[in-house]
Structure formats: structure tokens, C-alpha cells
């Protein structure tokens, strides 16, 4: 069965990236933060946040829900500052608990539950209910996913072994967290990972597309990383937009072709 999935999802892939991706002129990218927020790295002089606006260009941040409990705290007027920047907010969860452990160990309404709790924290500040949360660890399964959705969510991921998502609508992980570890200097990691992201980039216009959502973590190597790789992708004829709003333009572009369709309903037979 595993190899049926395999060659299947390989069929469905190709068939997707041939009808249902963005292309020239329109190039977008979606900018995500994930694990925040941290008023260390978004704020002060040349924080994240400045970066963004000196650049003019809005990012999606998946705060942690536990981090916002204490609205007198710096972590909550760090996030209070990032929506009032006109940045969206989403979903990371309230306690960054791996979904497949979490399940094991509690039951799949835990899992709800904290996705919840996460909702109602940020609603709280921005005044606007989460509509996207992503997985800890990309942990995630079909059937948990198509739970999520029933409850309102979009779930971003990646392709895993539990679930296929399409080549333009698929989280693009940069990798940061692994180069942040590495034993190199601040300088080293940083090029690394803008080396890194534009090889990926060009990886993936190389199969023909031409948006992506790349997924950070609130780092300092990768807050400063963003100084070169915003200037870099726009002379590539990248434009910037919020999560949300990239989700808006595959919609409006009528990108959602019936190879699409196709694909959904293999997906649900695949990982059923």
C-alpha cells in the first residue's frame, strides 16, 4: 500500500504543478514566523518588525497561545505591535505539543482543545478569530486534518507521510532550526540559510512554481537573514503578502483546476 501511495502521490504532484501554479508576473511569497512571538527578536533596534516595514512588506506569524497569557508581558505587546503593523496572526497552537504524541498520550480532544484555548488568546488581541493553524512539528494526519477543517481550519503542512498537500500551497520548511544549532558563527548561519532559501526557491520554479510559503522561526539568524533575502526575491519579481492574502490570490486566479479536484479526492483515498 505504501508504494501505491508513493507512486500515486508522485502521479498527483505532477498533475497539480502542471494546472494549478502561479506564474510570471505573478510571483508571490508569503513570509511565516513560527514559535513567537519573542519581543527579543521582533522588537527593538533593527527587529523583525522594522526589517518588515523597512522593506514594506507583511508577514504571517503562528503564535504560541501560552505566550500571550499575561497581557502585561513583553511577549504580548510584541504581538500586540505585529497586528497593529497590519501583520496577520495565526495559529501555532497554545502549547506546541507534537498533534501524534499529544494524541497518543491524551486523546485527539486535547489537541482541539489547545488549538482552542490558542484561538481564544489571540482573538482576544487582534479582535479576529484564527482561520489557519500549523502543526508543531508538521504533525499532522488526514483525518486530523479533515477534523480541522470541519471546525473551521485551514491547516498549513507540508507533505508528510501523513498527509500530501499540493506544490504551491505547501509549507516550505527553510530549515533555520537546524542551522540555528549548527557550530557556526552568527555571520556563517545566516548565509547558510539565505543560501539555502534561494536554492529552494529555485528548486521549485525549476518544477514551474512561482509562490511559496516560506516557514521561519523567530530567530535572530533569521531575522537578520531577512535584510538580504527581502531585496534578493524582489528583484527576482517577488511580491510579498500575508498568508492569507496568497491563499486569496490562488483562490481569485482560479488555480484550484479539476487536476486539483482529482487530487483532493486521491489524497482522501491515500492517507484514509
Not at 20 to 48: C, H, M, Q
Not at 101 to 130: C, H, Q, V
Not at 158 to 170: A, D, M, R
Request: glycine share 8%; proline share 4%.
Amino acid at each position: 500500500m505504501f508504494i501505491i501511495r508513493t507512486i500515486v502521490t508522485v502521479i498527483v504532484s505532477g498533475a497539480i504543478a502542471a494546472g494549478s501554479i502561479l506564474s510570471p508576473p505573478d510571483k508571490y511569497i508569503a513570509l511565516t514566523f513560527d514559535d513567537g512571538p519573542r519581543p527579543e527578536v521582533l522588537l527593538g533596534e533593527n527587529g523583525l518588525l522594522d526589517v518588515l516595514d523597512g522593506h514594506s512588506a507583511k508577514a504571517t506569524f503562528f503564535f504560541m497561545g501560552w505566550l500571550l497569557a499575561d497581557e502585561k508581558g513583553s511577549a504580548y505587546a510584541a504581538a500586540k505591535d505585529a497586528h497593529q503593523r497590519g501583520h496577520e496572526i495565526e495559529n501555532h497552537t497554545y502549547g506546541h505539543g507534537a498533534f501524534r504524541a499529544m494524541s497518543d498520550r491524551y486523546g485527539e480532544e486535547w489537541i482541539f482543545n489547545d488549538i482552542e484555548k490558542a484561538s481564544a488568546r489571540i482573538e482576544a488581541l487582534t479582535g479576529r478569530r484564527p482561520t489557519i493553524v500549523r502543526p508543531p512539528e508538521w504533525s499532522i494526519w488526514e483525518d486530523m486534518r479533515m477534523k480541522l477543517e470541519a471546525r473551521g481550519y485551514r491547516v498549513a503542512t507540508k507533505s508528510t507521510t501523513g498527509v500530501f498537500e499540493p506544490l504551491i500551497t505547501e509549507d516550505v520548511d527553510t530549515e533555520d532550526y537546524h542551522l540555528y544549532e549548527e557550530p557556526l558563527d552568527e555571520a556563517a548561519k545566516q548565509k547558510r540559510l539565505y543560501d539555502l532559501v534561494l536554492q529552494k526557491i529555485e528548486r521549485r520554479e525549476r518544477r514551474g512554481a512561482y509562490g511559496h510559503i516560506l516557514v521561519f522561526h523567530e530567530l535572530s539568524m533569521s531575522r537578520e537573514a531577512m535584510v538580504a533575502l527581502i531585496p534578493e526575491l524582489r528583484k527576482k519579481g517577488y511580491g510579498f503578502v500575508t498568508l492569507d492574502d496568497y491563499l486569496k490570490t490562488l483562490e481569485s486566479a482560479r488555480l484550484r483546476t479539476p487536476s486539483r479536484y482529482v487530487g483532493d479526492m486521491l489524497r482522501a483515498w491515500l492517507w484514509k
